[in-house]
């Protein structure tokens, strides 16, 4: 189950990453305004949803939201330096950030699968 559902959300993330690259290819307003933020949200959000999803501890979320978060902006970002857009050094340090906030989305995502129990626990009694 776990697996699945990390390969989903690096599908949707991947999916997101790419329509923000291509949007920002573009839409000059974008790539200015949108692109960094946007990226990392993405990556945030995908790894809080499937850590929501699956919530099996705090450390295995975080790891989780991590790769998620890298793998689907390392695609993303490696469209943008292909269309010449970024610099290829941003392969190496958009992945890294991408990363920190894929984890810290994991372990928000966590944090609310947690609350959600509880509420659920609450509701019972």
């Not at 997101?16 to 949200?41: A, K, P, R, T, Y």
């Not at 099996?56 to 790891?63: E, H, P």
């Not at 890294?96 to 699968?113: E, P, W």
Request: glycine content about 14%; hydrophobic content about 50%.
């Amino acid at each position: 189950m776990e697996r699945k559902a990390q390969q989903r959300a690096i599908l949707v993330g991947t999916l997101c990453q790419l329509g923000l690259v291509l949007l920002s290819h573009f839409f000059i307003w974008v790539e200015i305004h949108v692109f960094e933020f946007g990226g990392m949200m993405i990556s945030a959000t995908v790894a809080y949803l499937y850590a929501q999803e699956i919530g099996t501890g705090y450390g295995r979320m975080a790891l989780g939201g991590a790769v998620i978060g890298a793998v689907c902006a390392l695609m993303g970002i490696a469209l943008a330096v292909t269309l010449h857009d970024k610099p290829p050094v941003l392969l190496l340090a958009g992945t890294l950030v991408t990363a920190v906030t894929g984890m810290f989305g994991g372990l928000f995502g966590q944090m609310s699968h947690n609350w959600m129990a509880l509420e659920g626990r609450r509701k019972k009694n």
